[in-house]
T-cell receptor
Framework: AQTVTQSQPEMSVQEAETVTLSCTYD???????LFWYKQPPSRQMILVIR??????QNATENRFSVNFQKAAKSFSLKISDSQLGDAAMYFC?????????????FGQGTTLQVKP | NAGVTQTPKFQVLKTGQSMTLQCAQD?????MYWYRQDPGMGLRLIYY???????DKGEVPNGYNVSRLNKREFSLRLESAAPSQTSVYFC?????????????FGQGTRLTVV
């Protein structure tokens, strides 16, 4: 069975600084998708970034980028130039690429605090 | 531009009471899901429906039932609520297929069982 682990329950960063959130996963599949979701206090789940395992290039979306290390089964999220609006809980999620359903396996979440 | 709509947003139940959480999506997605979110545990899959007419158990199905009423609607029923079911519940939907599309989530229902 696949598992996703986020070992940092809480992180904090100074506004305008850079922070990295960690995520590791375990799977025997060779192809899969990885996602980072943001959950602000409103509870809405917002997709931040996605990575396809067969792609070696790390995904980037504006200030958000990932460090995808397939052999190490690691998928960290880097937030550059942190803003107050980045304060939220962040979830790492895994999806089997061979499945037609979009079932996700989530990590435990990391709460990010941004200090002004 | 509604996306995934869940009702209610908040609910308090007494132990043993029953209730149904409603979910509807307007994105023409085939697959729908119910997750629960608990502190320190992330989101866990309760049930899912890969397509209209099918439902399957997820990781934590005990104490719940689901109905895929049509392509748009997927409800979650608690027949006899227990304090252990106090949680935030999310409905989600996604297209069918192996493309790396994300799941779209509703706003969540905060359920407290006393």
């Amino acid at each position: 069975a696949q598992t996703v682990t986020q070992s940092q329950p809480e992180m904090s960063v100074q506004e305008a600084e850079t922070v990295t959130l960690s995520c590791t996963y375990d799977t025997s599949e060779s192809d899969y998708y990885l996602f980072w979701y943001k959950q602000p206090p409103s509870r809405q789940m917002i997709l931040v970034i996605r990575q396809e395992a067969y792609k070696q290039q790390n995904a980037t979306e504006n200030r958000f980028s990932v460090n995808f290390q397939k052999a190490a089964k690691s998928f960290s999220l880097k937030i550059s130039d942190s803003q107050l609006g980045d304060a939220a809980m962040y979830f790492c999620a895994y999806r089997n690429a061979y499945s037609n359903t979009g079932k996700l396996i989530f990590g435990q979440g990391t709460t990010l605090q941004v200090k002004p | 531009n509604a996306g995934v709509t869940q009702t209610p947003k908040f609910q308090v139940l007494k132990t043993g009471q029953s209730m149904t959480l409603q979910c509807a999506q307007d994105m023409n997605h085939n697959s729908m899901y119910w997750y629960r979110q608990d502190p320190g545990m992330g989101l866990r899959l309760i049930y899912y429906s890969a397509s209209e007419g099918t439902t399957d158990k997820g990781e934590v199905p005990n104490g719940y039932n689901v109905s895929r009423l049509n392509k748009r609607e997927f409800s979650l029923r608690l027949e006899s609520a227990a304090p252990s079911q106090t949680s935030v519940y999310f409905c989600a939907s996604s297209p069918w297929g192996t493309a790396p599309t994300e799941a779209f989530f509703g706003q969540g229902t905060r359920l407290t069982v006393v």
